[in-house]
């Protein structure tokens, strides 16, 4: 393997697969376990902000 750093079609090439990865996590729906996660945490945050 040599250490000459990728050209500029493979960097453009790169980029592309990796906007194209984020963007789809971006869009997934949010496990059922991270959403009663965050209500508990907002519900809890009301509670302090509430005293």
């Known amino acids: 393997m040599s250490n000459d750093p ?6 453009q090439q790169i980029d592309a697969n990796l906007k194209r990865v ?5 869009q997934a729906e949010l ?3 991270l959403k009663q996660l965050l209500e508990k945490l907002k519900a ?8």
């Open 22 to 26: 984020f963007q789809a996590q971006e």
């Open 31 to 33: 496990p059922d376990r």
């Open 6 to 11: 990728p050209s500029d079609k493979a960097r």
């Open 44 to 51: 809890q945050d009301n509670a302090a902000g509430g005293q």
